[in-house]
C-alpha cells in the first residue's frame, strides 16, 4: 500500500515515517511549504518549512529511501489559517490556527494531493489513533496523555478517518526520540515547533498581526471592572485573551483577569478569578466525527483548550448546528474562537467552536 507522510522535519513525523518502513508500506514524504520561498528560506526552528526543516526532512527521506517532495501550499495557507487568525484577533477572538491548518491543509488539501500521487492513505507525526469498532472508525487518544494531539484533529472530515495512519498513537515521546537516536537521525534532539508556527520573530503573534493588519489592530480602549465603570485604559484587544493575568496592567488588591473582550465598543473588562469561572457556553460550527450524531442532551467529557483536562458536562443540541454546553462544575476562562473538544472516554466523537459564554 502506497502512503503519503507528511514530513515537517520534526523528530515525530520522522519516526512515523520509520515505523510505517518497517511495516513495508510503499512511501511518499511531502512538506508542505506554507509560506513564499523567501520565507521559507529563513532560518529559525519555530517555521515549520525554514531551510533547517525542509533539510531535515529531505535527509530522512534520502536515509528512508523514500520519493520526497516540497509542495508551495503558501496561497492555500494564506487563505485558510493566517486570514483566519488575523480575523478571530479583529473580532476579539482567540484563534486556534492548529485546528485549522490540519482539517484544511494536511487532512484536506495535502489528502487530495495524496490520492492524485496514487496513495491510499496519508500518515502524519501527530499523538493520536484511529481505532476501528464494529466497521466504523474513530479518531482517539494517544497513549501518552500528556502529548495526546486529539484535541487539534476534531475538525478533520469524518470520511477521511479510515484512510489515516497515525503510527505514534501508541509510543511516548521519550520513545520517539530513543527510535530518532537510534536511527541516527539529525533531528533526535530538534525543539518543537511551536503552536503559531508563523509568528517567528521575539515580538511573537502581535508583531506579525501589527504586520499584517495594521495599526488599527491595536487601537487603545477602555478597560471596565465588573460593574462597568472604567479603571484604565488597553493598548488594543488582539493583546488579550478571556483568562489573561500577566500583562493587564493594572495594580489592583487582588489578581485580576480579562473576562470579557468587546471588539464592537473596543473595550476588555477584567474581573477576579470568581468572575472567570463560568458554567454554560455556546458552541457553534459542529463537526460530529460519529454516526449517532445527539439530538438529544448527552453527557460528555469536554476540553476547552489544549492544556486542560476533559471535564464532565453535558451537551445540548438546539436542532440549529449549535449546541449548548452546561459543565458540571464551573470552568475557568471558556475563551471565545478556541475549540471544545467532546469526548466519550478515549474516543472524540466530535468538537466545535466557543462562539459565548452564557
Known amino acids: 500500500m502506497k502512503i503519503v507522510v507528511a514530513m515537517s522535519g520534526g523528530v515525530d513525523s520522522s519516526v512515523a515515517a520509520v515505523e510505517l518502513k518497517k511495516k513495508g508500506y510503499e512511501l511518499i514524504g511531502i512538506t508542505m511549504r506554507t509560506w513564499s520561498k523567501e520565507e521559507c528560506g529563513s532560518t529559525g526552528e519555530k517555521l515549520c518549512c525554514s531551510l533547517e526543516a525542509v533539510q531535515h526532512a529531505r535527509a530522512v527521506a ?39 491548518c490540519n482539517s484544511r491543509l494536511k487532512f484536506g488539501h495535502l489528502y487530495k494531493e495524496a490520492l492524485a500521487l496514487g496513495a491510499k492513505k496519508i500518515a502524519t507525526g501527530h499523538y493520536a489513533k484511529i481505532v476501528q469498532k464494529n466497521g466504523e472508525y474513530f479518531l482517539a487518544e494517544a497513549k501518552d496523555k500528556k502529548k495526546d494531539q486529539s484535541y487539534f484533529l476534531f475538525d478533520i ?17 521519550a520513545e520517539v526520540r530513543k527510535i530518532a537516536s537510534d536511527a541516527g537521525f539529525m533531528n533526535a534532539d530538534r525543539r518543537e515547533s ?52 500577566r500583562g493587564v496592567g493594572l495594580a489592583m488588591k487582588e489578581p485580576v483577569y480579562v473576562v470579557k ?71 475557568f476562562a471558556p475563551t471565545p474562537g478556541q475549540a471544545a473538544v467532546f469526548y466519550d472516554t478515549e474516543i472524540v466523537t466530535g468538537g466545535g467552536w466557543i462562539e459565548e459564554v452564557l
Not at 489559517?81 to 479583529?90: G, P, Q
Not at 470520511?159 to 489515516?164: D, G, K, Q, R, S
Not at 515580538?203 to 465603570?229: C, H, N, R, T, W
Request: contains cysteine.
Open 157 to 173: 472530515a469524518k470520511e477521511v478517518l479510515p484512510n489515516i495512519e497515525f503510527p505514534l498513537g501508541d509510543y511516548t515521546k
Open 62 to 100: 534520502e536515509d528512508l529511501d523514500i520519493p520526497f517532495y516540497a509542495m508551495n501550499f503558501s496561497k492555500l495557507f494564506a487563505e485558510n489559517v493566517t486570514k483566519y487568525f488575523v480575523d478571530e484577533y479583529s473580532k476579539g477572538r482567540t484563534p486556534n490556527p492548529c485546528v485549522y
Open 194 to 245: 511551536q503552536d503559531i508556527c508563523f509568528a517567528t520573530t521575539d515580538g511573537g503573534y502581535k508583531e506579525y498581526l501589527f504586520k499584517v493588519a495594521g495599526p488599527d489592530m491595536f487601537k487603545p480602549g477602555d478597560i471596565l471592572d465588573s460593574d462597568g465603570q472604567v479603571v484604565g485604559r488597553h493598548d488594543g484587544i488582539a493583546s488579550y485573551t478571556v483568562g489573561q493575568r
Open 261 to 331: 473582550i468587546n471588539a464592537k465598543n473596543n473595550t476588555i473588562t477584567i474581573g477576579s478569578k470568581e468572575h472567570a469561572m463560568k458554567k454554560k457556553m455556546l458552541v457553534t460550527g459542529l463537526n460530529w466525527l460519529v454516526n449517532d450524531v445527539p439530538t438529544d442532551p448527552v453527557e460528555l467529557d469536554v476540553k476547552i483548550r489544549y492544556g486542560s483536562k476533559k471535564t464532565r458536562a453535558t451537551v445540548i443540541p438546539s436542532g440549529q448546528g449549535e449546541v449548548t454546553v452546561e459543565f458540571n462544575e464551573p470552568q
